[in-house]
């Protein structure tokens, strides 16, 4: 009796053992076969006419419907099919409820997605989605078809995720769908510096802030080119209030997104390509997961025939192209979160003082399941500004100082997304990708765009607030309406290029538009390292290919060291370094500045340029000063070392000597050598950059065993091939326009969410070689192919 329940019982982390490993219903069910049924017949009830699914050698669906109802149905059954349990972790991530599933360990993460309001934005998203006949359609066909798929389970045939942690799934709906669009938001527009800036502020004042913290980099490519002339009369730039500045907080994101997800796209005119029409490439940098982060599929229906990308759990195509254009989409990072400073009347925090007087408070209770254990609860405050995500007393300079901070989130309006990707699913030119840009709000993205009638274009798009310059650089106060967001930037007034006289457009996370730009959209983007490397090639290029625009993909340039290496290999005493350290110098000063995976010198650079920034910055801006507060960029401190040798930020405030640039340079460069020989051994193939950067693509869950690490891989962060140790292309896409459109692409893993699958990770090595696969883009189900393998017919019940 204790064995059977020992066996049939979960304990802590592990589940019942019993049943995951019965082999009638436990994990050995998940084993897939490589061969895919030829031909498969269900009736299931939704179904409104006929569908055909016509599966490839990557087992990647094409879905042929007679209805917009039929071709979301058959979009949401199939790819719960593949991905459900990877679908629905997600959406139980986003709206805080993993310790339902886990238990109490999860409740830190649950608590602050309840507090960051991602189901409060799901829900506001999901209001003006389901205002729009169109895309409540869209979403409720989509949710049935999920549901159609998890009605046919059993315990037996649960994802082995299910299995694996004891649970199991639970009716799919439209918020769900929502959650999943928060999540993209929250990646690719969570992160913020407002009140890491802010203590810089407080404590260093604002000559330093201006110096160091610049409002424009020292070295910078523009996605519109300065000079570009405007087609709008701007609007009247709102009025900067008098200076506030709030109090010193330690309190800034918990779960901040990676710094370095980003993405590349750009577009070639005809007159530059081999086949006389446009062609368009596209690889978001996002977390490497598996399973995959996209789901590839293409989509046909009257009026409709798009392939490309989709959110598993949301329907459409969010990337990819039909018969006459392509679009494709890299992040903004739009200044659309800001910290408000809250003033409550009392510790009751009923009350709020803004516009001068007290305003109510929305409180809402949040409930948290706890698997094994008691339901908690916590309060979330709501302010017209959103959420007060912090509202604990916190010790800051050795002073009890109550500090509350309430979040204004673009991605918690009203919006309809859906409703842009539906109509770029069928745009046929121009005129149609602007209309399908007037529905986007968040995360703001730079949409690529490429047509069969020779128009190019980029638009940096999305709800842009109209704001004084710098409005949100720093915590706002949330007592004063001069504070508040004052309106919206105008649509045809966001940044865009159309046809440029270069031959190509591009984007690379930069800012979006020179100083000439009237509107404020943030004070800092990435770095233009990937930006002025990818201009670079595209205008040395000549007659531009499909292999070129993947080659370009794979870049491995090192922007960052061609800039400054040659400046601090200057500053080196060579008769002070011992024979290591001069192989080392030696590696360094023949290097080409390719971050190649079997190169030992991009490791050399990487772990020095790491150090020496944390050598000049860390003493004023790192942990030990007690305050979170965050380095300068990149760009300023490349200006420091080129333009300004004699600065004092190389002095150690902390130590009585007085540092300098070459003595940082030689003291980091033999420390970087020792830690190398520390952690590899002596110098040799483990140095190689791909074995020392260690990239992985892991598990969604983490789960062990269920993904692939040190994977021999070049690029890095800020890289064109931004592949670093968690990062990188998340799915390389290249389209070749014209009378018979071509599409190219590659994901790192596979259309399965099975890890019993072949088709889990079978596009893995594909994507690590550099190497793209032709797309197989369908006219009709009748359409001979040798690439279709498999074909599954749904029918109405």
Same mark, same amino acid.
């Given at each position: 009796?204790?064995?059977?329940?020992?066996?049939?019982?979960?304990?802590?982390?592990?589940?019942?053992?019993?049943?995951?490993?019965?082999?009638?219903?436990?994990?050995?069910?998940?084993?897939?076969?490589?061969?895919?049924?030829?031909?498969?017949?269900?009736?299931?009830?939704?179904?409104?006419?006929?569908?055909?699914?016509?599966?490839?050698?990557?087992?990647?669906?094409?879905?042929?419907?007679?209805?917009?109802?039929?071709?979301?149905?058959?979009?949401?059954?199939?790819?719960?099919?593949?991905?459900?349990?990877?679908?629905?972790?997600?959406?139980?991530?986003?709206?805080?409820?993993?310790?339902?599933?886990?238990?109490?360990?999860?409740?830190?993460?649950?608590?602050?997605?309840?507090?960051?309001?991602?189901?409060?934005?799901?829900?506001?998203?999901?209001?003006?989605?389901?205002?729009?006949?169109?895309?409540?359609?869209?979403?409720?066909?989509?949710?049935?078809?999920?549901?159609?798929?998890?009605?046919?389970?059993?315990?037996?045939?649960?994802?082995?995720?299910?299995?694996?942690?004891?649970?199991?799934?639970?009716?799919?709906?439209? *918020?769900?769908?929502?959650?999943?669009?928060?999540?993209?938001?929250?990646?690719?527009?969570?992160?913020?510096?407002?009140?890491?800036?802010?203590?810089?502020?407080?404590?260093?004042?604002?000559?330093?802030?201006?110096?160091?913290?610049?409002?424009?980099?020292?070295?910078?490519?523009?996605?519109?080119?300065?000079?570009?002339?405007?087609?709008?009369?701007?609007?009247?730039?709102?009025?900067?209030?008098?200076?506030?500045?709030?109090?010193?907080?330690?309190?800034?994101?918990?779960?901040?997104?990676?710094?370095?997800?980003?993405?590349?796209?750009?577009?070639?005119?005809?007159?530059?390509?081999?086949?006389?029409?446009?062609?368009?490439?596209?690889?978001?940098?996002?977390?490497?997961?598996?399973?995959?982060?996209?789901?590839?599929?293409?989509?046909?229906?009257?009026?409709?025939?798009?392939?490309?990308?989709?959110?598993?759990?949301?329907?459409?195509?969010?990337?990819?192209?039909?018969?006459?254009?392509?679009?494709?989409?890299?992040?903004?990072?739009?200044?659309?979160?800001?910290?408000?400073?809250?003033?409550?009347?009392?510790?009751?925090?009923?009350?709020?003082?803004?516009?001068?007087?007290?305003?109510?408070?929305?409180?809402?209770?949040?409930?948290?399941?706890?698997?094994?254990?008691?339901?908690?609860?916590?309060?979330?405050?709501?302010?017209?500004?959103?959420?007060?995500?912090?509202?604990?007393?916190?010790?800051?300079?050795?002073?009890?100082?109550?500090?509350?901070?309430?979040?204004?989130?673009?991605?918690?309006?009203?919006?309809?997304?859906?409703?842009?990707?539906?109509?770029?699913?069928?745009?046929?030119?121009?005129?149609?990708?602007?209309?399908?840009?007037?529905?986007?709000?968040?995360?703001?993205?730079?949409?690529?765009?490429?047509?069969?009638?020779?128009?190019?274009?980029?638009?940096?798009?999305?709800?842009?607030?109209?704001?004084?310059?710098?409005?949100?650089?720093?915590?706002?106060?949330?007592?004063?309406?001069?504070?508040?967001?004052?309106?919206?930037?105008?649509?045809?007034?966001?940044?865009?290029?159309?046809?440029?006289?270069?031959?190509?457009?591009?984007?690379?996370?930069?800012?979006?538009?020179?100083?000439?730009?009237?509107?404020?959209?943030?004070?800092?983007?990435?770095?233009?390292?990937?930006?002025?490397?990818?201009?670079?090639?595209?205008?040395?290029?000549?007659?531009?290919?499909?292999?070129?625009?993947?080659? *370009?993909?794979?870049?491995?340039?090192?922007?960052?060291?061609?800039?400054?290496?040659?400046?601090?290999?200057?500053?080196?005493?060579?008769?002070?370094?011992?024979?290591?350290?001069?192989?080392?110098?030696?590696?360094?000063?023949?290097?080409?500045?390719?971050?190649?995976?079997?190169?030992?010198?991009?490791?050399?650079?990487?772990?020095?340029?790491?150090?020496?920034?944390?050598?000049?910055?860390?003493?004023?801006?790192?942990?030990?000063?007690?305050?979170?507060?965050?380095?300068?960029?990149?760009?300023?401190?490349?200006?420091?070392?080129?333009?300004?040798?004699?600065?004092?930020?190389?002095?150690?405030?902390?130590?009585?000597?007085?540092?300098?640039?070459?003595?940082?340079?030689?003291?980091?460069?033999?420390?970087?050598?020792?830690?190398?020989?520390?952690?590899?051994?002596?110098?040799?193939?483990?140095?190689?950059?791909?074995?020392?950067?260690?990239?992985?693509?892991?598990?969604?869950?983490?789960?062990?065993?269920?993904?692939?690490?040190?994977?021999?891989?070049?690029?890095?962060?800020?890289?064109?091939?931004?592949?670093?140790?968690?990062?990188?292309?998340?799915?390389?896409?290249?389209?070749?326009?014209?009378?018979?459109?071509?599409?190219?692409?590659?994901?790192?893993?596979?259309?399965?969410?099975?890890?019993?699958?072949?088709?889990?990770?079978?596009?893995?090595?594909?994507?690590?070689?550099?190497?793209?696969?032709?797309?197989?883009?369908?006219?009709?189900?009748?359409?001979?192919?040798?690439?279709?393998?498999?074909?599954?017919?749904?029918?109405?019940?």
């Amino acid at each position: 009796m204790a064995l059977i329940f020992v066996l049939d019982t979960k304990i802590g982390s592990v589940p019942p053992v019993g049943k995951f490993l019965s082999p009638f219903t436990g994990f050995w069910q998940q084993a897939e076969s490589k061969q895919l049924m030829a031909e498969t017949e269900l009736t299931l009830t939704g179904v409104q006419g006929n569908i055909t699914i016509l599966f490839d050698q990557s087992r990647i669906p094409h879905v042929f419907a007679q209805n917009d109802h039929d071709l979301y149905f058959a979009q949401g059954y199939i790819t719960a099919r593949d991905r459900l349990w990877q679908m629905e972790f997600q959406t139980h991530a986003a709206a805080g409820r993993i310790s339902e599933i886990i238990g109490s360990q999860a409740i830190d993460f649950d608590r602050f997605q309840r507090r960051m309001g991602m189901v409060y934005g799901a829900q506001q998203s999901l209001t003006g989605m389901m205002a729009d006949p169109t895309t409540r359609a869209m979403l409720e066909s989509y949710t049935a078809g999920v549901n159609a798929y998890i009605a046919q389970l059993t315990h037996k045939t649960y994802p082995l995720e299910y299995k694996l942690l004891d649970y199991g799934p639970e009716p799919w709906t439209p *918020l769900k769908c929502a959650l999943l669009l928060k999540v993209m938001a929250y990646d690719l527009a969570g992160r913020s510096n407002d009140l890491r800036m802010t203590n810089i502020l407080r404590k260093y004042g604002p000559e330093v802030v201006h110096d160091l913290f610049p409002d424009y980099p020292f070295r910078e490519e523009p996605i519109v080119p300065v000079g570009t002339p405007l087609d709008f009369t701007p609007l009247q730039i709102p009025a900067a209030p008098e200076n506030f500045t709030a109090a010193f907080s330690n309190k800034v994101l918990e779960q901040e997104p990676p710094a370095e997800l980003g993405s590349n796209n750009w577009a070639v005119a005809g007159t530059r390509t081999t086949t006389g029409y446009p062609m368009l490439a596209n690889d978001p940098h996002l977390q490497l997961n598996l399973p995959s982060i996209w789901y590839q599929l293409q989509l046909v229906a009257p009026g409709v025939n798009v392939y490309g990308v989709s959110i598993p759990g949301a329907p459409g195509v969010i990337i990819g192209f039909n018969k006459e254009v392509s679009w494709g989409v890299t992040n903004v990072d739009a200044d659309v979160m800001d910290w408000y400073q809250i003033k409550f009347k009392d510790a009751a925090k009923k009350l709020y003082w803004h516009d001068n007087q007290w305003k109510p408070v929305r409180r809402v209770i949040e409930k948290f399941k706890i698997r094994g254990g008691a339901t908690r609860s916590d309060t979330v405050y709501y302010t017209h500004h959103g959420p007060v995500v912090y509202d604990r007393p916190e010790k800051a300079f050795n002073e009890q100082t109550p500090v509350s901070h309430a979040m204004r989130w673009i991605a918690h309006d009203k919006s309809n997304e859906l409703r842009t990707f539906y109509l770029l699913n069928r745009a046929r030119n121009y005129q149609d990708y602007q209309q399908a840009l007037q529905y986007y709000v968040a995360p703001a993205q730079n949409f690529v765009y490429a047509d069969v009638h020779q128009d190019i274009a980029l638009w940096p798009n999305g709800r842009y607030p109209l704001k004084w310059k710098n409005q949100g650089k720093f915590t706002l106060d949330g007592t004063d309406t001069k504070h508040d967001w004052q309106g919206w930037v105008p649509p045809a007034h966001h940044p865009h290029v159309k046809n440029p006289a270069q031959g190509f457009v591009s984007s690379a996370n930069q800012f979006s538009a020179g100083p000439d730009y009237p509107y404020y959209i943030n004070w800092e983007f990435a770095p233009a390292d990937r930006a002025i490397r990818i201009n670079q090639r595209l205008s040395a290029m000549q007659k531009i290919s499909p292999d070129s625009m993947r080659q *370009l993909q794979n870049d491995n340039f090192n922007i960052n060291a061609q800039t400054v290496l040659p400046a601090l290999l200057a500053q080196l005493d060579k008769n002070k370094l011992n024979k290591t350290q001069l192989m080392a110098l030696r590696e360094l000063s023949d290097w080409e500045y390719y971050n190649h995976p079997h190169l030992i010198s991009p490791t050399l650079f990487e772990v020095w340029w790491q150090a020496l920034s944390k050598a000049i910055w860390d003493d004023e801006f790192g942990s030990k000063t007690g305050l979170q507060m965050r380095y300068p960029n990149r760009d300023r401190t490349w200006h420091l070392i080129l333009q300004d040798p004699q600065a004092k930020w190389y002095d150690n405030i902390n130590t009585p000597a007085k540092e300098t640039l070459p003595l940082l340079a030689q003291q980091t460069f033999i420390s970087t050598i020792d830690s190398l020989a520390e952690q590899h051994g002596p110098m040799g193939k483990k140095w190689q950059w791909a074995n020392h950067k260690g990239t992985s693509v892991q598990h969604l869950a983490k789960l062990p065993g269920f993904g692939h690490e040190n994977i021999f891989i070049g690029g890095g962060r800020n890289i064109v091939n931004a592949t670093s140790e968690r990062n990188g292309p998340s799915w390389r896409m290249v389209v070749a326009l014209g009378p018979q459109v071509k599409g190219y692409g590659i994901y790192p893993g596979g259309q399965s969410g099975n890890p019993g699958s072949f088709y889990y990770d079978n596009l893995l090595e594909t994507w690590r070689q550099g190497k793209l696969r032709e797309l197989v883009y369908l006219q009709s189900p009748a359409e001979a192919s040798a690439q279709i393998i498999s074909k599954l017919s749904l029918q109405k019940k």
